[in-house]
């Protein structure tokens, strides 16, 4: 894993690779008092000719910055948080699986440590990256089975559900426990403000499709602006679907002919069933959905059997490091 | 420091206490990753006869239980709690401040410790307690000047406001920030469903009197259940006051004749004024002020001045341990 530390009001400087390990932290830290950490998510893929690359990791990068400014914490540049990510997959190459079998994900952390009593930045913030072999993040191979919450909700406006904050995950636990005991695949919630319009699933974004209008919720300071989000909208806009991003009511979400999310951790998933109250509903999956296309072309491109026309992929250079 | 672990599933058996120092945590806990983390705080008095006291740990006990129920997590036992207060404050017995100089803040953390990728209740969890003893947390000798924030929101309803989640806290710096920098003691924050209602302080519950009637926001999902704040109630209801639990508007708090804020940290602390976008109010503070009337009446029963007739105080026997 890969390790940085800067003290409050310096910024980051080299790093370094150290085994994995637990770390040694304050028991006074913001990260264990008052939840000022961030994470990031990426993954890292093989090719069939052998070639490791990663997936748009400035858009993590940026999004980790936005995400600092927010807590009111340092976060390393763009550079060094791209380079860190490298050297990190460099160090656990023989751990990124071949082609079809996996990826190798990528968990960037950036936590506000340094010993504080009161609600305050840290005095020292530790930016950390480890690695772990995935497969499947659903287990289901078929769509997903989604319950809308209507009794928790993710985010609210001048809150912290537009970034990559840790505090917008614990508060979902419950919600999805709850979930999957009645035997749905993840939860999707409402807004809290009016309740009536969808934000996003425990951990990924939404998009619901109606003939050629392709719709996601809007990233306006409740929604988090996923990589895989913007990708697939820029896809589905490529092969001329009408992309737009504003509020989508409930009513919309049960009139739609298809529903997928999205995420890193996700790839691009499509929903087989929507359940509010006591309505539930089903839509197009499998051959014939837009979500198994889009899936395929950015898998494709991930993996390297499509040319890589919009330079979101990253070789990692296997003689560095 | 006090230190207990319990795995998922299990129950919290017996800790221990061990000498102040970092704690080794997996970079893939819960607690690092999705906030999944509680905090109490409460305060150790030492009495001008010597003894040492705490004041209602199984409430801050209870808390934690509602708070660990909400993220899904495994607290300790109501008893195992107050003892390990008890354990923690008898180890730190010579960092109680003599009388009148300080007390000994007390912090028991609940964390989602081991090592899970997923958004997931933790495989264990880690009971913690450390202490140090502290003076006036609000630097300021007179009342706290507030500025009402209408961008930044502190809680939504079926989020985590009403527990002592630590997702609730690194939210609210960046607005702490801003305030104190535009020369404001603390910020007061507006419910996030309207924003026509006060809710509460970055760390503390607020009060407004006016006449006979002193009202406070109610705990239903979005306000933190203070201990200081249910104390304080009972104190000014014993001596007349007509307290009321509901909503109170920004317009009743701009028409108010005092307003106050109570906690563990602030004990109650008058508020000179509150500044609403242009409109500045001034309150009544000072010898005449109902805040000044009852943090008399809670420290004298903390400080063993007066008979503590609510048996409110748990004492700490120096013989044990």
Known sequence: MYVAKCRQGESFTQGKIVPYG???????????????????????????????????????????????????????TLEQFVEAVKQTVLANKKWVPPPGKGTLYIRPLLLGSGATLGVAPAPEYTFLIYASPVGDYHKVSSGLNLKVDHKYHRAHSGGTGGVKSCTNYSPVVKSLLEAKSAGFSDVLFLDAATGRNIEELTACNIFIVKGNIVSTPPTSGTILPGVTRKSISELAHDIGYQVEERDVSVDELLEAEEVFC??????????????????????????????????????????????????????????QG
Chains 1, 2 share one sequence.
Not at 51 to 58: E, L, Q, S
Not at 287 to 311: F, P, R, Y
């Open 22 to 76: 637990d770390i040694s932290i304050s028991p006074c830290s913001p990260i264990l008092n008052y939840g000022q950490g961030l994470f990031e998510g990426l993954k890292a893929y093989r090719t069939e000719d052998d070639r490791i690359r990663i997936f748009r990791p400035d858009q993590n990068a940026l999004r980790m910055q936005t995400g600092a400014e927010r807590l009111c914490m340092t976060p390393p």
């Open 262 to 319: 999205t995420g890193t951790a996700v790839v691009v998933k499509a929903v087989e069933t929507v359940t509010f109250h006591d309505k539930k509903v089903k839509y197009r999956t499998g051959e014939a959905a837009l979500s198994t296309k889009l899936h395929s072309m950015l898998t494709n491109i991930q993996m390297g059997v499509v040319e890589d026309k919009k330079g979101w992929m990253v070789d990692i250079d296997p003689c």
